[in-house]
T-cell receptor, first 113, second 111 residues
Framework: GESVGLHLPTLSVQEGDNSIINCAYSNSASDYFIWYKQESGKGPQFIID?????DKRQGQRVTVLLNKTVKHLSLQIAATQPGDSAVYFCAENIGTGGFKTIFGAGTRLFVKA | DTAVSQTPKYLVTQMGNDKSIKCEQNLGHDTMYWYKQDSKKFLKIMFSYNNKELIINETVPNRFSPKSPDKAHLNLHINSLELGDSAVYFCASMGQDYGYTFGSGTRLTVV
């Protein structure tokens, strides 16, 4: 399944399928990007990050892709599990004027058993 | 041990009241933040402190006043609470790798 984070805020996938969550970021000067996972009743939790000098980074079952040309970020989750159900946020770090992280709107992922 | 702890977890109060939310981190991080998450899950930065010094102050009503007595603590005081202040408030700290560790949030309901 695939979703554009800002336009399709909900993604439903079958357990075992791969998930792709997309995000468009706003600032071409951003040099560091992070994906966070937020489960119900909890704070966002760091999943994976990528610096602007890379276009791909892999973790355990997750891969982040960065396309700076079109300011696009994606999170791929392999073999999606029920425990992956959560809201996923992309975030960009802007280092000027005080270090801060700007969050995207979030995409809710439902995993159907 | 909880890395970033916020209290209280839930706060229900009447309009016009003054309330505080406390945050403590035991990670040794220098930078701490307050974020506000609305009903649509949008996370908006409010304040950031680095070693007790305010470094980020977004467009937030001056009814909101952060205080950092030391680098492990960042509290948020809100005066004259309004209905629109209802949200979940998250404290976070940032380490050397620039990733955040968030607290579990404080759900504020103004009635």
């Amino acid at each position: 399944g695939e979703s554009v984070g800002l336009h399709l805020p909900t993604l439903s996938v079958q357990e075992g399928d791969n998930s792709i969550i997309n995000c468009a970021y706003s600032n071409s000067a951003s040099d560091y990007f992070i994906w966070y996972k937020q489960e119900s009743g909890k704070g966002p939790q760091f999943i994976i990050d990528i610096r602007s000098n890379m276009d791909k980074r892999q973790g355990q079952r997750v891969t982040v892709l960065l396309n700076k040309t079109v300011k696009h970020l994606s999170l791929q989750i392999a073999a999606t599990q029920p425990g992956d159900s959560a809201v996923y946020f992309c975030a960009e770090n802007i280092g000027t004027g005080g270090f801060k992280t700007i969050f995207g709107a979030g995409t809710r992922l439902f995993v159907k058993a | 041990d909880t890395a970033v702890s916020q209290t209280p977890k839930y706060l229900v109060t009447q309009m016009g009241n003054d309330k505080s939310i406390k945050c403590e981190q035991n990670l040794g991080h220098d930078t701490m933040y307050w974020y506000k998450q609305d009903s649509k899950k949008f996370l908006k930065i409010m304040f950031s402190y680095n070693n007790k010094e305010l470094i980020i102050n977004e467009t937030v009503p001056n009814r909101f006043s952060p205080k950092s007595p030391d680098k492990a603590h960042l509290n948020l005081h809100i005066n004259s609470l309004e209905l629109g202040d209802s949200a979940v408030y998250f404290c976070a700290s940032m380490g050397q790798d620039y990733g955040y560790t968030f607290g579990s949030g404080t759900r504020l309901t103004v009635v």
